[in-house]
């Protein structure tokens, strides 16, 4: 019984991740624009694993506002909860509030429900870069990058990547850093996040929803950072509107 448990789970996993070494679309980071576009590709038939350098993916969900653990969605992304089956209250006009936990977990059972295979505490330590166009992603155990371990990392290869890795936009910075290449944002650069400003933020994170490189997508916190726009706090419709749009300009392109 010892050796079945052991086997079955290493069988299990490393089939999982060699079907994962090659996929049509990576995403870096499992926040709630990850995991809602990992979900809108996974249903259309797309190949798609997700990364997550946390041992429960759900970025910034899970603890709402200051650990009050309730977010507000607008109507304008109700239709994404629906699609998600997440339970939501009317609160005042076009505002909803909805228990966050419950949004974490459901957004991350339907993503991978839907076909998307979703591995934790795995960082994205770099990208692959064939003929100036991102078509990978380089990861690592998140413990070998905690402990300053010198391990070498494996890769996966990709059509698309997506950096869905939040406030700090590791992959878009990552790429900038090492391939002197100009981004498409205003200053060719990674712009970095403003303080907080809810209104202009939601709007931005859609419109700053594109992508920056041949190969590199980003959704989210990191659409708005490399961008140079303004972070919201803790509502969520741009999160999602983002990861639903990243989706569709992804399978548009494919
Ligand atoms: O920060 P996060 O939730 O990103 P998001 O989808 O949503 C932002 C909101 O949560 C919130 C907000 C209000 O709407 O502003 O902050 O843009 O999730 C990003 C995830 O990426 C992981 C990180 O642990 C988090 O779960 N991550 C970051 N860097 C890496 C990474 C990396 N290098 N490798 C793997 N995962």
Request: glycine share 10%.
């Amino acid at each position: 019984m010892e050796q079945i448990v052991s086997t079955g789970i290493i069988d299990a996993f490393f089939k999982k991740l060699k079907e994962s070494l090659s996929v049509d679309v990576a995403i870096g980071g499992g926040g709630p624009s990850g995991l809602v576009a990992a979900y809108f590709l996974a249903k259309k038939g797309i190949k798609v694993s997700l990364y997550e350098r946390k041992l429960s993916p759900g970025g910034g969900i899970w603890g709402g506002a200051m650990m009050f653990n309730e977010i507000i969605v607008q109507k304008e992304a109700i239709h994404i909860l629906d699609e998600f089956g997440i339970d939501y209250k009317h609160y005042t006009d076009v505002y909803y509030t909805v228990d966050s936990v419950h949004a974490a977990s459901a957004l991350i059972y339907h993503a991978s429900k839907a076909g998307a295979e979703i591995f934790n505490c795995i960082s994205i330590e770099d990208v692959v870069f064939h003929n100036n166009k991102v078509s990978g992603l380089v990861i690592n155990w998140a413990p070998v990058h905690q402990e300053h371990l010198h391990v070498d990392p494996l890769v996966i290869m990709a059509k698309a990547v997506i950096d869905a890795t939040g406030h700090d936009c590791e992959i878009a910075r990552t790429v900038e850093r090492k391939n002197n290449i100009r981004l498409n944002t205003e200053t060719g650069t990674v712009m970095g996040e403003r303080s907080l400003s809810v209104e202009e933020a939601e709007g931005t994170t859609i419109e700053n929803t594109k992508e920056i490189y041949p190969g590199l997508f980003v959704t989210g916190m990191a659409a708005n950072g490399v961008s140079g726009s303004y972070r919201m706090g803790p509502i969520f419709g741009g999160m999602l509107l983002s990861g639903e749009k990243v989706a569709k300009l992804i399978a548009d392109q494919l």
